[in-house]
């Protein structure tokens, strides 16, 4: 059954997860309203997405005209941003609609005081959404129907995988897949350094890093026993075991938990301060 969605604050992490939706039939085009602060903004979503999308600064009852039809409400705009957004239309939403809150460090009960009257999910997702290739933890309040849970994670299989988990392990994907693709980024602009001090020039390191990094990535799609695929490349003795023991003579292991424990850590003190 196809559903309506709006999204209030269409930004950056808004219109990703959008075109995610609208790559699978559970969504048209046509079913979809969207809100920005600035016309310049929503006249490219538009044009982008063939959507209709309004904007606050043109009308104050934008984000509640958008909202009123919607079975699902996605909240896109900046977490400091969601109560006073919130006040702007939640007496507009229809009984049965879901909020659907994208906003880091904000939790079920402080989305709960600015929605006291709807079902709310939390989501969280990572920037490859924006390719189709996203991680997105999803993580519904109790008052979720499982029809409205598994429509919602119809929708989002567009961006990516989606993980249905309690909002306690909201702070345990942000250490891993929230934030960890950056840590795959981190390695990238390592390696690319590491390849210059070798004598590659950056040109070429760059291309072998990103080529080396495409080239694990889908090993590991295809066959997700890292440590298996290690080992097939580290024989005793060879070049790539001389690495590795580097790492762990390093600390690697410790250091990659050190900094997942650190991400996660900032998005419980976050949800404290938002509270
Ligand atoms: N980016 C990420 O990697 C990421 C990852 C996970 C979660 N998130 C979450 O996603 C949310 C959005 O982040 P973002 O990076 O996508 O930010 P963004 O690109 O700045 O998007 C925010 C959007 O909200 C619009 N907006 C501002 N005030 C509004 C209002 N009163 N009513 C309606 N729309 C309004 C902005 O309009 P204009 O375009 O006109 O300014 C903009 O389109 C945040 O809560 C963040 O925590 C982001």
Not at 37 to 58: M, P, V
Not at 141 to 157: F, I, K, W
Request: no cysteine; aromatic share 4%; hydrophobic share 50%.
């Amino acid at each position: 059954m196809a559903v309506t969605v709006s999204i209030i604050g269409a930004g950056s992490m808004g219109s990703s997860l959008l075109k995610g939706m609208l790559s699978t039939d559970a969504l048209n085009a046509e079913s979809v309203r969207a809100t920005t602060h600035s016309r310049a903004s929503a006249d490219r979503l538009t044009q982008d997405l063939g959507i209709e999308a309004n904007a606050t600064e043109d009308s104050e009852s934008a984000n509640a005209d958008a909202a009123a039809a919607a079975d699902f409400v996605f909240l896109g705009v900046k977490p400091w941003a969601i109560r006073e957004t919130a006040a702007s239309f939640a007496e507009a939403l229809a009984k049965e609609a879901v909020i659907v809150s994208m906003a880091a460090g904000v939790s079920l009960d402080t989305l709960a005081e600015a929605f006291p009257n709807n079902p709310i999910a939390r989501i969280m997702p990572n920037t490859p959404s924006a390719i189709g290739k996203g991680v997105i933890a999803v993580s519904p309040d109790n008052t979720m129907s499982q029809e409205q849970t598994a429509a919602l994670t119809r929708l989002l299989s567009g961006a990516g995988e989606v993980f249905t988990v309690p909002e306690s392990a909201i702070g345990g994907m942000i250490g891993i897949s929230g934030s960890g693709v950056a840590y795959f980024f981190l390695l990238a602009e390592k390696l690319i350094a590491a390849g210059q001090e070798l004598g590659l020039d950056e040109d070429t390191a760059r291309r072998m890093a990103v080529a080396t990094a495409e080239g694990a990535g889908l090993l590991l799609a295809a066959d997700p026993d890292p440590a298996k695929l290690r080992r097939a490349v580290a024989h005793p003795g060879g070049t790539t075991a001389a690495a590795v023991d580097s790492f762990e003579a390093d600390g690697f292991e410790q250091s990659v938990v050190r900094a997942a424990r650190a991400a996660a850590d900032k998005a419980a003190a976050m949800e404290r301060e938002n509270s």
